[in-house]
């Protein structure tokens, strides 16, 4: 049975920064992402990554400030997150899906994780 463990939220000032790690376990896939959700609105995409290709997608509002990566002999997910902003204050949660075409489609994962929570405080 697949399990995708997050760790890494908590919270910090404006400008200061996190790692999120993600562990899967039983998982084969290729296809895995980071996705956040805030009080009140939609989830969306914020990074994901093709494993084997090594792919990326990053949301506009991270570009730049948000790296994401994948350790395939640990089978590990990362997410290092620098200046981050009150904006960027969510749960977050791990993905990973089968058979992902589109990688910031949400639909097409099949596996979650129970989220991170990130706050950023001004």
């Known amino acids: 049975q697949v399990s995708l463990v997050e760790s890494g939220g908590g919270s910090v000032q404006s400008g200061g920064s996190l790692k999120l790690t993600c562990v899967a376990s039983a998982y084969r896939g290729h296809s895995m992402g980071w996705f956040r959700q805030a009080p009140g609105k939609e989830r969306e995409g914020v990074a994901a990554?093709?494993?084997?290709?090594?792919?990326?997608y990053y949301a506009d509002s991270v570009k730049g400030r948000f790296s994401i990566s994948h350790d395939s002999a640990n089978n590990t997910l990362y997410l290092q997150m620098n200046s981050l902003k009150p904006e960027d204050s969510a749960m977050y949660y791990c993905?990973?899906?089968?058979?992902?075409?589109?990688?910031?489609?949400?639909?097409?994962?099949?596996?979650w994780g129970q989220g991170t929570q990130v706050t950023v405080s001004s």
């Open positions: 990554i093709r494993t084997s290709g090594g792919d990326t």
């Open positions: 993905a990973a899906g089968i058979y992902v075409a589109v990688l910031d489609n949400a639909n097409e994962y099949s596996y």
